[in-house]
């Protein structure tokens, strides 16, 4: 069966679907994503997703859809595509407009909603290279979740040319920010620490969960703490894997520690 997925107001076929060439996420990367999972045939912490959406809509100044339209939407692409398991990758542009950054006024959202199957094998452990790419902590899109990841984008290449498989970018000031598509938590002395949102980390889901389980607390980090680590643990909404080794360093691995924060964050 062919792939159902939401566009603009209808649900609509993958092929048939077309981007206008004037749209500002294309052309600019003016917009923001989420990515969702979905287990039982609903989308986990979905009021978190929606929360950091609706947050960063307003971030970039977009015109906010209704709120209860855009959940319906996401509801139709579960039905139509009889979701059991899997992700929506929910995604938000400005809209068109003529050549030029400044934003026309009245432009309408574009909106679209993709579904995706479930990952045919779970992620493996993670070999971190830290990033000569840098986390800008002082901005307010490190907070959003755009549409523009080439910072992230470079860093993941640069870490698998120099033989990783995850990159690991610290801020302006030399500290832990997160990794190219996860948060980053360690283990020290049996408590699980996180960089703060004010250190350039963004505010993830799961990381959001397990600090509000008091499972984690926020502190800032070193490229050292990670190496004296009890373990280094990398998370989002979609998958919770530990980290081997950093700059070919080897880092502690303790598998209690990835199971109980799988057991909190997957169930």
């Given at each position: 069966?062919?792939?159902?997925?939401?566009?603009?107001?209808?649900?609509?076929?993958?092929?048939?679907?077309?981007?206008?060439?004037?749209?500002?996420?294309?052309?600019?990367?003016?917009?923001?994503?989420?990515?969702?999972?979905?287990?039982?045939?609903?989308?986990?912490?979905?009021?978190?997703?929606?929360?950091?959406?609706?947050?960063?809509?307003?971030?970039?100044?977009?015109?906010?859809?209704?709120?209860?339209?855009?959940?319906?939407?996401?509801?139709?692409?579960?039905?139509?595509?009889?979701?059991?398991?899997?992700?929506?990758?929910?995604t938000i542009?400005?809209?068109?407009?003529?050549?030029?950054?400044?934003?026309?006024?009245?432009?309408?959202?574009?909106?679209?909603?993709?579904?995706?199957?479930?990952?045919?094998?779970?992620?493996?452990?993670?070999?971190?290279?830290?990033?000569?790419?840098?986390?800008?902590?002082?901005?307010?899109?490190?907070?959003?979740?755009?549409?523009?990841?080439l910072p992230?984008?470079?860093?993941?290449?640069?870490?698998?040319?120099?033989?990783?498989?995850?990159?690991?970018?610290?801020?302006?000031?030399?500290?832990?920010?997160?990794?190219?598509?996860?948060?980053?938590?360690?283990?020290?002395?049996?408590?699980?620490?996180?960089?703060?949102?004010?250190?350039?980390?963004?505010?993830?889901?799961?990381?959001?969960?397990?600090?509000?389980?008091?499972?984690?607390?926020?502190?800032?980090?070193?490229?050292?703490?990670?190496?004296?680590?009890?373990?280094?643990?990398?998370?989002?909404?979609?998958?919770?894997?530990?980290?081997?080794?950093?700059?070919?360093?080897?880092?502690?691995?303790?598998?209690?520690?990835?199971?109980?924060?799988?057991?909190?964050?997957?169930?």
């Amino acid at each position: 069966m062919t792939e159902r997925l939401w566009f603009n107001g209808a649900m609509q076929d993958r092929d048939a679907v077309g981007i206008d060439p004037a749209d500002r996420g294309l052309l600019l990367g003016d917009g923001v994503f989420e990515t969702m999972r979905v287990q039982a045939g609903r989308i986990v912490h979905l009021e978190r997703h929606m929360a950091r959406l609706y947050a960063g809509l307003e971030t970039l100044m977009i015109p906010s859809p209704e709120r209860e339209q855009v959940e319906a939407a996401l509801g139709c692409v579960i039905t139509d595509n009889a979701m059991q398991a899997g992700s929506l990758r929910l995604t938000i542009t400005r809209g068109c407009g003529p050549r030029g950054l400044l934003p026309p006024e009245g432009a309408a959202p574009t909106i679209m909603i993709v579904p995706f199957p479930p990952a045919a094998v779970p992620m493996p452990d993670a070999h971190l290279v830290i990033s000569r790419m840098r986390r800008d902590e002082t901005s307010p899109l490190s907070r959003a979740k755009t549409l523009n990841y080439l910072p992230n984008i470079l860093a993941l290449m640069e870490a698998r040319q120099r033989g990783g498989t995850e990159a690991v970018l610290l801020n302006m000031a030399g500290r832990v920010a997160e990794a190219s598509a996860s948060n980053l938590l360690i283990q020290r002395d049996g408590m699980l620490l996180t960089p703060p949102v004010a250190e350039g980390a963004l505010p993830g889901i799961a990381r959001s969960v397990l600090l509000d389980m008091r499972l984690a607390r926020e502190r800032a980090l070193t490229r050292a703490d990670l190496l004296a680590a009890e373990a280094v643990v990398l998370v989002n909404s979609m998958s919770v894997r530990a980290a081997v080794s950093l700059d070919a360093a080897p880092l502690s691995r303790e598998a209690a520690t990835v199971a109980r924060i799988r057991a909190a964050l997957m169930s």
